[in-house]
């Protein structure tokens, strides 16, 4: 006959029946408040998205640069284009006038004989 061993109880803790005191914890090594702390996965994912604002920013400042580029390239265009057809106007006005001048001399130089 194996006569059944009695399983030992801890003993019930004292409760002090102050019930104004706060009941004691573990000591907090962490001088951070529980609000600010994150795991590694969430500051990485917070981390990910600003690189990706950062990213977007960056790409549509570049688009406005170049854009202005490309307006300012096409009006240095045109100002070329317009200061040859000046400068060739004149060219044609003052060959005209010399041819004139020819005309004439030669007119007056056939009058005269």
């Known amino acids: 006959m194996t006569a059944k061993q009695p399983i030992p109880q801890e ?7 102050k019930d104004w005191k706060l009941a004691k914890t573990a000591t907090r090594r962490s001088q951070m408040p529980n609000a600010l702390k994150q795991t590694y ?6 981390t ?20 202005k580029r ?5 009006t ?10 000046e400068r060739i106007a004149s060219l044609a006005a003052k060959m005209s ?13 056939l009058k005269a004989r």
């Open 70 to 74: 490309r307006k300012r390239e096409i």
């Open 11 to 17: 003993p019930a803790r004292r409760v002090s029946g």
């Open 41 to 46: 996965a969430e500051r990485m994912s917070k």
């Open 97 to 109: 006038a010399n041819k004139l001048k020819r005309l004439k001399k030669k007119a007056g130089n």
């Open 48 to 67: 990910k998205q600003l690189n990706i604002a950062r990213d977007l920013a960056k790409s549509l400042t570049q688009e406005k640069i170049d854009d």
């Open 76 to 85: 240095e265009e045109r100002k070329k284009i317009q200061e040859e057809k």
